[in-house]
């Protein structure tokens, strides 16, 4: 058990949330990371609002733990979306890409925690504010879609900068990191790299071995020159990306080189066209385990990391 402002929101043993991954993280992931005594979070983007319903639904029957689910906010359904999400009452919602404000009243009212995606203080303030429950600020080590600042300096600028809980994410792969993010004053974290790794999760066998192999420097940025920067496993796909970008292509062609290859890199297995987003944390991520071996070795490295943390103060 570990006691902080993140536990005792959700409600929930360890402060460890398993960030939406698009493809990957369904119920069978979710429940898992819920029942391990964390929160699991099903991803919504690329995916039908009726996959969503029944999502919620097989997660609900795996576990009676609390578990989240995540809104894209330029997705084209997010109405029908949100309501599926408040008729199944799911404990939280975290959401990035748009402004979140305009959709806090009616998740609040279903009794949903609203927990965004925030990249800058400016923006922490205005959502705490506004009554946002938490929030993640995840730095540009992370896989998938990132921003421009990285973990350490988000924790440095926004937590002393407000009240509600802040969940720190990106390039935390091991308990080290998890103490690393408490010690600078978050209430837990948030990791999707790791629980890549995990026999619940359902990417591509050719994904999760890619990823055992690669080491700190093979993940790259694409797009960020044009601010959709996204970090995956260097490959053909984005090798191609990158091309195309540095001489100059039109946003319509980058877009097109992309389209559907999260879904090709983590559920069909191609790992050389499509996409294998993950963080920069490597070479830690070296062995499949299930999600409840992954969430004990954790806790157990982060109060080792913590203990001895505390040794270094001497008289
Ligand atoms: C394969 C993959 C897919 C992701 N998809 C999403 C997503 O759909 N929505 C989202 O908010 N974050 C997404 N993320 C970010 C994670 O939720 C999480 O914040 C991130 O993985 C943390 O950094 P880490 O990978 O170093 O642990 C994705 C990350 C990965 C690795």
Known sequence: MMKTKLTELLAIKYPI????????????????????GGAGVIATGGREVSWVGEEIKKTKELTNRPFGVNMMLKDKHIDELIEVICEEKVAFVTMGAGNPI?????????????????????LAKRVEENGADAIVIEGMEAGGHIGVLTTMALMTNIIPRVKIPVIAAGGISDGRGVAAALVMGAAGVQMGSRFLLTTECQAHQKMKDSIIKATDTDSEVTGFSRGHAVRGLRNKF???????ERSGAVQEILDKLATGTNRLGALVGDIENG????????????????VSEVVEELIEQ??????????????
Not at 105 to 114: N, T
Not at 238 to 244: K, R
Not at 302 to 315: D, I, Q, R, Y
């Open 302 to 315: 982060t109060k080792t990391a913590l203990n001895t943390a505390s040794v270094l103060l001497v008289e």
């Open 238 to 244: 984005t090798q191609e990306y990158l091309e195309q």
């Open 17 to 36: 949330i398993q960030g939406a991954m698009a493809w990957v993280s369904e119920s069978v992931l979710t429940s898992a990371v819920s029942n391990a």
């Open 102 to 122: 305009p959709y806090f009243d009616r998740l609040k009212s279903a009794g949903i925690k609203v927990i965004p995606v925030i990249p800058n203080v400016k």
């Open 275 to 290: 996409s294998v987003q993950v963080g920069q944390s490597l070479n830690v991520l070296n062995e499949i385990k299930s």
